[in-house]
């Protein structure tokens, strides 16, 4: 009986883990195609009117969940400081991000976030007490190289300020602090309270910032909104990737170790390139392509511990 009932626990284990795999997968390959429809809605808005409204209506369509009662949130009684620290970080990293980019340009963030999974595998070792394998440790740099040779292959690195490195750094650190932090919440808190959570503190942030930009013009914020080239893409992505995206991650970090959620995340990066190439027309490299290798490879034998 004893060993029939190890052997259906050992089955429900490897059966979250698949499950696990395939949302997070699922989720960085939505998050991979974000920044197409971002560009797109950046046709007729800044990037923070876009991430403004986008939470904003992401935050609507998860309160009109609630109160419908099919969905439920409770914090109660439970322990929210990690939550919180969780749901902060979101907007904490596209501040950073944007600012990274301002003062430095897309190749050196990319080469930060590219790093980004190696210091998360760091960090979960350290608080969680998750250490990877040697055969993950190893195939989990394949990844990142693979983004860096992605991300570098035909860009200039161009004029970096001082401040854009301390940007850099929260960059990294926001993002890599991210895996740790949704691990440790899912001890408490469903994939759907997180996301609540995360998207209620986001919408708040960006729009208060946006509100600020715009001296408190609430008519220019919604204005973007008549056009359907904007509106079309950014309900893409406040369902698409906001709502399914971070439910299906969310999922995933209460089932993988850091080490497997950090690997997978180059799946968002290698997707990305591949929107450019197939609806933007952008070039494929043969030094693209072997990044693109090296991201599956290690994310295939990562998965296979």
Not at 84 to 100: D, Q, V
Not at 127 to 151: D, M, N
Not at 266 to 290: D, R
Request: hydrophobic letters at 55%.
């Amino acid at each position: 009986m004893k060993v029939k009932k190890q052997e259906t626990i050992q089955n429900l284990e490897v059966s979250a883990k698949k499950w696990g795999l395939a949302a997070a997968c699922m989720g960085n390959v939505i998050w991979g195609f974000t920044y197409l429809f971002t560009r797109i809605a950046m046709r007729e808005a800044s990037p923070m009117v876009i991430l403004a409204v986008r939470f904003d209506i992401t935050f609507l369509l998860l309160l009109m969940m609630v109160l419908s009662g099919r969905w439920q949130v409770s914090y109660r009684g439970k322990k929210v400081g990690c939550l919180l620290f969780f749901s902060i970080l979101e907007p904490l990293y596209f501040f950073f991000e944007s600012y990274c980019i301002y003062y430095t340009n897309a190749t050196y963030a990319g080469v930060a976030l590219a790093i980004a999974p190696i210091l998360s595998i760091f960090l979960g070792a350290l608080f969680l007490k998750e250490y990877p394998t040697r055969h993950q440790a190893v195939f989990s740099i394949f990844p990142v190289v693979g983004v860096i040779l992605i991300t570098m292959v035909g860009q200039r690195l161009g004029f970096v300020r001082p401040i854009g490195i301390l940007f850099l750094f929260f960059t990294c650190l926001t993002s890599a602090l991210n895996k740790p932090a949704n691990r440790r919440s899912a001890e408490q808190f469903t994939p759907f309270e997180r996301t609540f959570m995360m998207i209620l503190i986001s919408a708040a942030a960006y729009t208060g910032a946006v509100l600020v930009l715009l001296k408190g013009n609430v008519k220019e914020l919604v204005r973007p909104l008549a056009v359907p080239g904007f509106l079309i893409p950014v309900l893409i992505l406040s369902i698409v990737s906001s709502i399914g995206a971070n439910m299906l991650i969310n999922y995933a970090a209460g089932k993988l170790s850091v080490t497997m959620m950090a690997t997978a995340g180059a799946l968002c990066t290698l997707c990305s390139m591949f929107a450019g190439v197939i609806f933007l027309g952008e070039p494929m490299t043969v030094v693209s392509f072997i990044g693109s290798l090296l991201v599956l490879i290690g994310i295939w034998q990562v998965a296979k511990e």
